[in-house]
């Protein structure tokens, strides 16, 4: 991948959760990493391609493989300025840690 095309700044987060006085679940997220990377829209063809019905895959989001991000999985989000992604599938790119390629739908997570 060309490295100017990763012209995002995005910042990882990962999820915590404690429970509040009823017990009920409270989520917080914690920023991991800000990163660069390449937020791709996908076409109707590709949506359809990846056979998610349930969480329409809308993006996908590439960024490089670092130590601090390494630990990577479907309960991260992505905050980018305003809006926020949901991980849908976290791919290592032909898996030689340089890579990362993030199936994503726009909008958080419901629980």
Known sequence: ????????????????????ALGERITTWTDVATVCARIR???TRE?????????????????????NVAAITTDW???FGARFFTIDGVINVSEKNEMFT?????GARTE
Not at 49 to 57: E, I, K, L, V, Y
Not at 102 to 106: F, G, M, P, Q, S
């Open 1 to 20: 991948m060309n490295p100017g095309q990763l012209d995002k700044r995005i910042t990882l987060q990962s999820p915590s959760g404690s429970q509040d």
């Open 102 to 106: 993030l199936a994503c739908t726009e």
């Open 41 to 43: 829209g996908l076409t």
């Open 77 to 79: 989000r992505i905050k």
């Open 47 to 67: 949506a359809m391609a990846a056979g998610q019905r349930q969480a329409m895959t809308s993006h996908m989001v590439e960024i490089r493989y670092a130590v």
